[in-house]
């Protein structure tokens, strides 16, 4: 079992700032390898925003590149992922999901909201 704990969403003006946190805790059964974030706008599909690979490797999508930043700390079955988020723009606003990947089976957090108004 993995769980996943996401905090840090909110509300912020655009320009602004956010981090969020995902505490990824797991029993014996495997280590935790990949982690990453995604979002959901409104009416859209879920995307990668970034991602840890097993090998260290990252990973951003074009729309966040240079503006965010994922990073992660912790060994095997317990770490925390967190997505340090700068220059926050309208077209940001969405439902944030932390991802760890355990062998062949990827979990997913709650979600937490963000959102940058208008």
């Known amino acids: 079992q993995v769980q996943l704990l996401e905090s840090g969403g909110g509300s912020v003006p655009a320009g602004g700032s956010l981090r969020l946190s995902c505490e990824i805790s797991?029993?014996?059964?495997?280590?935790?390898?990949?982690v990453g974030w995604y979002r959901q706008a409104p009416g859209k599909q879920r995307d990668l925003v970034a991602g840890?690979?097993?090998?260290?490797?990252?990973?951003?999508s074009d729309s966040v590149k240079g503006r965010f930043t994922i990073t992660r700390d912790g060994l095997y079955n317990s770490q925390t992922v967190w997505l340090q988020m700068n220059n926050l723009m309208i077209v940001d606003t969405a439902t944030f999901y932390c991802?760890?990947?355990?062998?062949?089976?990827?979990?997913w957090g709650q979600g937490t909201p963000v959102t940058v108004p208008s």
């Open positions: 840890i690979a097993t090998d260290g490797n990252v990973k951003y």
């Open positions: 797991a029993n014996i059964g495997g280590v935790i390898t990949a």
């Open positions: 991802t760890a990947a355990r062998g062949f089976t990827v979990y």
